[in-house]
């Protein structure tokens, strides 16, 4: 069992930054891979960025150049830098696990509002 508990979220102005953090416990050497996903209203649950415990990183490509996805040693974190935010970035974002189980785990969602 993994838990994952997203902070970060916030209203920030077009252009602006955010980090996005997830913190997660339970069995968290079971985890092959972090990331996360966002929804808009109205939306699918979309990918915006993946890492695996080898440290390979894959975007959404209306992230690529904006976003980074990083993740501690330990691998208890997994932080998104969002650079350049744009109001198409506006959704709820979620934290994502993926285990040796092939089980797939959900933060609570964290809301991201980027005015224009």
């Known amino acids: 069992q993994v838990q994952l508990v997203e902070s970060g979220g916030g209203l920030v102005q077009a252009g602006g930054s955010l980090r996005l953090s997830c913190a997660a416990s339970?069995?968290?050497?079971?985890?092959?891979?972090l990331g996360w996903y966002r929804q808009a209203p109205g939306k699918q649950r979309e990918l915006v960025a993946t890492?695996?415990?080898?440290?390979?990183?894959n975007y959404a490509d209306s992230v690529k150049g904006r976003f980074t996805i990083s993740r501690d040693n330990a691998k208890k974190t997994v932080d998104l830098q969002m650079n350049s935010l744009k109001p198409e970035d506006t959704a709820v974002y979620y934290c994502?696990?993926?285990?040796?189980?092939?089980?797939?785990?959900w933060g609570q969602g964290t809301q991201v509002t980027v005015s224009s």
């Open positions: 890492i695996t415990s080898a440290g390979n990183t």
């Open positions: 994502w696990s993926f285990s040796i189980h092939y089980t797939n785990y």
């Open positions: 339970g069995s968290v050497a079971s985890i092959i891979s």
